[in-house]
């Protein structure tokens, strides 16, 4: 029997921005490194300042209290990190990552449980991204359905119920 798919497309308000220093630094504890290898990324992490040029004018230097810098490799493998549990906690389906970008993958014969798995990994996820102090962008995070029209005609699942899915968390 063939089976209907779903996806969910998650994106992460300004993710690298919101990684929290105190969270990385544990994980990374977590996953065996040495405590001098911490205490040298937290000292990477800490104290870094901000400022804007423009015209030729610089504003004030600001602290930068949390998030990894984007431009570097160091940045992206912490970021790669400290995302690295989200999918232990998403139950249904499958959950890949690449960078920021996220998307869990489901399937099932009955488009109403489809639906239903979507909905509670959703759920699992935006429970992750609040213990891990991240937002999950609603207007940007998008779910796809996969069918044969006939599926979709003989589901009795209403056609209401997927566009409202994303409303539900």
């Not at 800490?46 to 423009?54: A, L």
């Not at 990190?81 to 489901?106: K, Q, R, W």
């Not at 609603?138 to 979709?152: A, N």
Request: proline residues 3%; aromatic residues 8%; contains cysteine.
């Amino acid at each position: 029997m063939d089976k209907i798919n779903g996806s969910l497309f998650v994106d992460f308000k300004q993710a690298f921005d919101t990684v929290d220093h105190d969270i990385l630094i544990k994980k990374l504890s977590c996953n065996g490194r040495s405590r001098s290898t911490l205490h040298l990324l937290q000292s990477f992490l800490s104290d870094r300042v901000q400022s804007v040029s423009f015209n030729n004018n610089i504003s004030k230097a600001s602290l930068i209290p949390r998030g990894v810098p984007q431009d570097s490799i160091l940045g992206l493998l912490l970021f790669s990190i400290y995302i690295n549990d989200l999918p232990d906690y998403v139950s249904f389906g499958n959950c890949e990552m690449f960078a920021d970008d996220t998307s869990i993958h489901v399937s099932d014969s009955k488009l109403a449980n489809v639906i239903n798995k979507l909905e509670l990994s959703g759920k699992q996820l935006f429970t992750w991204a609040h213990i891990n102090k991240m937002v999950v962008h609603p207007d940007k995070t998008k779910f796809m359905i996969l069918t044969t029209r006939q599926k979709l005609q003989n589901s009795k699942t209403p056609f209401l119920l997927m566009v409202n899915l994303l409303k539900s968390f």
